[in-house]
């Protein structure tokens, strides 16, 4: 087999991180770019384990990915009075 | 010493998968056999499945599969009857009776005399899965759609995450972790934002307010939990089940015939065995901190616009996270799976241990179950400002103290 599966693994992490992290900063709705947040700090951990530091992508999952999308989402909620933004401020389409 | 049924899962599947590669070569072979054009690229296909590379590769699916089946289909559904069963025997009454005597076939409905509703009741949750399953996906019309179909998929993956590396016995694992407690932990802590989400997205107060209580809830609950097993290392020096597992299996003091074994819960560790109780039971949002969904207050809190097998996933999922979570509180302090054999015997040159340490770790499992279950039927709900009271305010403290108490037994030589 002359593939690299590492190579293979880091490009598809790659791509996803950076179109996770694009719709990051283009979302209009807030909670979705904390979702997508949670989504690119997931892939980095994923690349910190194609480096064989196991550790780090433990924590970078249990902090990172589990409780800062978490403490953004809940300001974001904390600090707004609709629940959902209104139909013509949708971003896409 | 305790010894496992399965001594390695890996090793059995790759049996299993080959068994199944075995028959899935002849059945290639039959219809090269029928219509000839098709038996050489047949036969080349049947030569790649048995190839080493890609036997390896689907015993890990196979692997996989056989761990989701366990853990789901006998584990979640037991746990589930169990549930339901004592808390209608603590209300004085029978709870589900549906079982195999209820199916409308001929083996079990012979006698028209005497009632279907007679059997212990295992095929209750099963009967209500299959009618989840026929219900419709509604998706509100004011909600974010994407997001509402997200959460369950999210909440219930991350769910099954744990079990990749949550060990059953020192055999019956997917994965053996050097870190695997942390894993366990880290894929724990990733559902209260599908919980959040799915809150969020069905746009509704109910549901919201759920979302909210239970993020606000499991990040006071989270940073105990994690003390706790601080504490822990400080003794262990492990986070691996397995050594954990080796450590309390070491005797503590013998009184004559019994010996006691070394348990965590035994020890400097005692305090942060009760943070841990407290936190998981919260993790868990078991009844007395089951705020994010309080059906008296809110109607059946952030899961009250999820419809259909959505809603079955996240409910039965709770169980899941029981089982995850008694089994996480029966590594860390209670022994895991150690207990004794007895005897051991033979089928062909295949030891079989007469107790496994497979059936001492459910037995702990179910033990805890009960125990949880008692607890969330016995005592009521509390308010969501004294919940996060316990939490900031009672249970870190405590766990900071559990901290230093095993940082000076381990200045004194406690070790493991």
Redesign the interface.
């Given at each position: 087999?002359g593939l690299d599966w590492e190579a293979i693994a880091f490009v598809v992490l790659s791509v996803l991180e950076v179109t996770f992290s694009i719709l990051l900063v283009t979302s209009k709705?807030l909670?979705?770019a904390a979702?997508w947040l949670?989504a690119t700090l997931i892939t980095v951990g994923g690349i910190y384990l194609l480096f064989r530091a196991?550790?780090v992508f433990?924590?970078q999952?249990?902090v990172y990915?589990?409780?800062v999308?978490?403490?953004f989402?809940?300001g974001i909620?904390l600090t707004r009075r609709k629940?959902?933004e209104e139909p013509g401020m949708e971003g896409e389409k | 010493m305790s010894a496992p049924l399965v001594p390695s899962l890996f090793g059995s599947c790759y049996i299993l998968t080959g068994a199944i590669i075995w028959i899935v070569d002849k059945i290639l072979y039959a219809i090269g056999y029928v219509i000839p054009p098709l038996n050489g690229p047949l036969a080349a296909l049947g030569g790649w499945l048995a190839s080493p590379a890609v036997l390896t590769f689907l015993t890990w699916f196979v692997m996989v599969l056989v761990m989701v089946i366990w853990a789901v289909l006998l584990n979640l559904l037991t746990m589930m009857w169990v549930e339901r069963k004592v808390y209608s025997r603590l209300q004085d009454r029978y709870g589900i009776m549906i079982s195999i005597w209820s199916l409308p076939l001929w083996p079990f409905n012979r006698r028209k005399d005497k009632a279907t509703h007679r059997g212990w009741g295992f095929l209750q949750n099963v009967a209500d899965g299959m009618k989840l399953l026929q219900k419709e996906n509604i998706v509100p019309a004011a909600a974010d759609s994407m997001m509402f179909s997200v959460a369950p998929a999210w909440i219930a993956g991350t769910t099954l995450m744990v079990f990749a590396a949550l060990p059953w016995s020192s055999g019956l694992s997917v994965a053996n972790l050097d870190l695997g407690v942390l894993f366990i932990l880290a894929a724990f802590s990733l559902a209260p934002l599908g919980i959040l989400i799915a809150g969020w997205s069905s746009n509704n107060t109910s549901t919201l307010v759920g979302g909210m209580r239970s993020a606000a809830m499991l990040m006071a609950y989270e940073i105990p939990l994690i003390l706790a097993v601080i504490a822990l290392v400080f003794t262990t020096g492990s986070l691996d089940p397995q050594t954990l597992v080796l450590q309390q299996e070491q005797t503590l003091v013998a009184l004559g015939p019994v010996s006691i074994p070394r348990w965590n819960l035994f020890g400097p560790q005692v305090i942060g065995f009760i943070v841990f109780m407290v936190a998981i039971v919260a993790e868990m949002e078991r009844i007395p901190f089951d705020l994010p969904e309080a059906d008296a207050e809110l109607v059946e809190g952030w899961t009250t616009e999820l419809t259909g097998m959505r809603f079955g996933l996240v409910f039965g999922f709770k169980w899941l996270r029981m089982i995850a979570g008694a089994a996480l509180l029966s590594i860390l302090y209670l022994g895991g799976w150690s207990g004794p054999v007895f005897y051991t015997f033979y089928l062909g040159s295949v030891p079989i241990p007469i107790i496994p340490a497979e059936a001492w770790f459910m037995l702990r499992i179910y033990l805890l179950g009960i125990f949880f279950v008692l607890l969330s039927w016995a005592v009521p709900r509390v308010r969501i400002d004294q919940i996060l009271n316990i939490g900031w305010k009672r249970l870190i403290p405590l766990a900071l103290l559990a901290i230093l108490v095993a940082a000076a037994a381990r200045v004194f030589g406690y070790v493991g």
């Open positions: 087999m709705r909670v979705r979702f949670a196991e550790f433990l924590i999952i249990l990915a589990g409780a999308p978490l403490l989402a809940f909620m629940i959902m | -």
